[in-house]
């Protein structure tokens, strides 16, 4: 089994700074794509970044420029610097991963984490 842990979630100014961290843990599995996602009160869930085994990423419009996503593949680790937040910000941020799991037979997972909240006060 593999969970994902994320932290760093909380109440910040407009034009503020966050950073969002998501650990998996487990036993016997490799991480391919991971990244993070959000949802806003009455609003879907969205893709925010995401970062693929050879550090290519992906953005949002909405947030390009502002947040960075990065990895620590030793520490099977997921980063979402977040700066000059706004208001429309205001979210749970759920980090996900494309999981493999390598014994006792190879088979493909998709693990969500529970979520952090942040929320950016105007």
């Known amino acids: 089994q593999v969970q994902l842990v994320e932290s760093g979630g909380g109440l910040v100014q407009t034009g503020g700074s966050l950073r969002l961290s998501c650990a998996a843990s487990?036993?016997?599995?490799?991480?391919?794509?991971m990244g993070w996602y959000r949802q806003a009160p009455g609003q879907q869930r969205e893709l925010v970044a995401a970062?693929?085994?050879?550090?290519?990423?992906n953005y949002a419009d909405s947030v390009k420029g502002r947040f960075t996503i990065s990895r620590d593949v030793a520490k099977d680790t997921v980063y979402l610097q977040m700066n000059n937040l706004k208001p429309e910000d205001t979210a749970v941020y759920y980090c996900?991963?494309?999981?493999?799991?390598?014994?006792?037979?190879?088979?493909?997972?998709?693990?969500w984490g529970l979520g952090t909240l942040v929320t950016v006060s105007s």
């Open positions: 970062i693929a085994n050879n550090s290519s990423t």
């Open positions: 487990g036993s016997a599995f490799r991480l391919n794509v």
């Open positions: 996900n991963a494309a999981v493999v799991i390598v014994t006792p037979a190879i088979r493909n997972l998709e693990v």
